[in-house]
Every structure is written in C-alpha cells, then in structure tokens.
C-alpha cells in the first residue's frame, strides 16, 4: 500500500515546516500550503490527497470557506481542523460541513498521526465502494446513482 498522502494548510510557514518534517518521519507523503486558496489549487493538480490537516484563521480563505470548498469539490478528501484559535462554534461548524475531526494547538503528534491514519483509510475505503458501486453489474443507473451518491454523501457516517 502506498503512503497517505497529506496536505498540511497553515498561514504559519515555520510550524507547517516542522510539522511536515515530523509527519514524513512517520512516513506519510507530505505537501503544504500556505492559505487556503494555494490548498484548493494543490487538490485540482493532485487527486492523490487522502486528507487535508487545515487551520482555522487564515487571510484570504479560513478554514471553514475552505473546508466547505474541498468537500464540495472533492468529496472523498477528508479534512481535519487543527488550530490554535478553537471555539465551540467553530469546531461545530466544521463538523457540519465534513471535517472529520478538529485538533487544538499544541496537539499531541501520536493523536494526529492516528486521526490522520483513520481519516486516510476512511478515503481509501470509499473509493474502493465508489469503483465497486460503479462497476456493479446488473443494478440500474437510478440504483447504481443512489448507490454513488449515499457513498459521496457520508460525512455523518463516523
């Protein structure tokens, strides 16, 4: 199986470096991004990414404008917020529009490297059930549609 592939997004260049070397330590594959709009631009070249570690306070696009866009636009990519500005509203928020998990600042690195794992493994599973609902034989398009959608639609499903 090949590495998780990662997409640290952070306005703070210096942790996002230290954090990226840490996590490629840990053998993931890591890319970083510096606002949320580089992040969206990363995920239309690469289609690899399986999640997408994001803060909250960012200029430009924040994370919840930018959550909402990479799970409109890429619906198998997970996200996970990791900030050091949490609030209750926030954190609920995230959730709501996909994120799979939210993380204060400091964070312990076992307790990311795991939620990362699972959200990672959670992607790679509904790909294989999105490539085994659209190759399914004889099943409608109508069936074979719901099917596709409740696959693309499972943020709730955790």
């Known amino acids: 199986m090949t590495a ?4 640290l ?3 703070e260049k210096p942790f996002v470096e230290a954090l990226a070397q840490r996590l490629r330590h840990k053998r993931f594959q890591v890319h970083c991004a510096f606002c949320g709009s580089e992040a969206l631009n990363r995920l239309e070249i690469d289609d690899t990414i399986d999640v997408v570690v994001l803060d909250l306070k960012m200029p430009g696009l924040d994370g919840i404008e930018t959550v909402k866009a990479v ?3 890429h619906p198998l990519v997970e996200t996970i917020m990791l900030t ?3 609030t209750i509203h926030s954190a609920v928020d995230s959730v709501k529009l ?3 998990d939210y993380l204060t600042k400091p964070c312990d690195i076992h307790d990311l490297v795991s939620k990362i794992t699972q959200a990672a493994s959670r992607k790679r ?3 294989t059930q999105l490539f085994n609902a659209k190759t399914k034989p004889y099943i409608s398009d109508r069936e074979r549609n719901e099917l596709i959608d409740s696959i693309l639609n499972r943020n709730s499903e955790r």
Not at 4 to 7: A, Q
């Open 4 to 7: 998780f592939k990662i997409l």
């Open 9 to 11: 997004v952070d306005d």
């Open 71 to 73: 799970k409109k636009n």
């Open 84 to 86: 050091g500005h949490a």
């Open 98 to 100: 996909g994120a799979v």
């Open 125 to 127: 599973d509904r790909e």
